[in-house]
């Protein structure tokens, strides 16, 4: 974990969150953020305000130096609300720009950077400490594997990749689910040569939300939670 050491961080602040594109990792992570009054950070969303910049500069994801140069001038403003979903690059509102089907095909080039990566994390974990929140439920694709390693609950959230399509075809409403499909699992496949989110890493716990309708998938991440802070507490008292 020396990427982690290395910066101001508070393991114990994060409820990390993993899984592929559609899981349900923002919709879920934010309605346990409200329930439990903690903070939510969507990671995705970083990654998609650089490379919104990298666009909006006229360059191409896929040109790393590109990548890099609009990386060291980034005035990210995201805040740690969960019902404030406001994105900003310095004075520009990107809110819907980042969810565009144009910064989706093109974040994936954003994130194969490792110096980027580097410097989103230190970010993060700077976040997460100074947030005013007992607690912030982090999402993304390797907070429980290299943000926060050492976080006391780590969640792999995950559903067939046919329900994952369908549902954010259903999102999209009007949008041809065969693109949509296909647009996801692209990126899927892109993301998952950086950094592994199909597997669990060791200690991570699984939540498959195939079977589970949105409600039940939330009591299931509430329950690992629960049993995750029971067995910390028992270690701690135990010592
Ligand atoms: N268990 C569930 N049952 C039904 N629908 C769900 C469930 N979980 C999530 N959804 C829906 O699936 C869609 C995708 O969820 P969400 O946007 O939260 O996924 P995500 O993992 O954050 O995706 P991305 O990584 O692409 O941002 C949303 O419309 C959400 O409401
Ligand atoms: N921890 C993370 C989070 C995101 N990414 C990259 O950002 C893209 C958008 O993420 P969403 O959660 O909004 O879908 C994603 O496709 C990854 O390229 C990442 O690398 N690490």
Not at 3 to 17: G, N, Y
Not at 213 to 239: C, M, N, P, Y
């Amino acid at each position: 974990m020396t990427e982690a050491s290395e910066s101001a961080h508070r393991a114990d602040k994060f409820i990390a969150i993993d899984g592929p594109a559609g899981s349900g990792k923002s919709s879920v992570s934010k309605a346990i953020a409200r329930r439990l009054g903690y903070g939510y950070l969507d990671t995705g969303a970083a990654y998609r305000a650089l490379a919104w910049q990298v666009l909006e500069r006229g360059a191409d994801t896929a040109d790393a130096d590109a990548v890099r140069s609009a990386a060291s001038d980034f005035p990210l403003i995201q805040r740690l609300d969960p019902d404030d979903r406001h994105v900003l690059v310095g004075d520009a509102n990107v809110t819907d720009a980042i969810r565009d089907p144009r910064v989706s095909a093109a974040v994936s080039g954003v994130a194969r950077v490792p110096e980027v990566r580097v410097q989103v994390n230190e970010m993060f974990r700077r976040m997460v400490a100074e947030a005013d929140y007992p607690a912030v439920v982090v999402e993304g694709r390797d907070i429980t594997t290299v943000v926060a390693p050492d976080a006391p609950v780590r969640i792999l959230l995950t559903a067939a990749p046919e329900v994952r399509a369908a549902r954010r075809a259903g999102e999209l409403g009007g949008s041809d689910p065969v693109a949509v499909a296909a647009a996801l699992h692209k990126r899927d496949a892109s993301d998952s040569s950086v950094v592994d989110f199909l597997n669990a890493a060791p200690g991570v716990d699984v939540v498959d939300s195939t079977e589970l309708d949105f409600s039940q998938t939330i009591d299931a991440v509430l329950a690992v939670i629960e049993r995750r802070r029971d067995a910390d507490k028992e270690r701690h008292h135990g010592r």
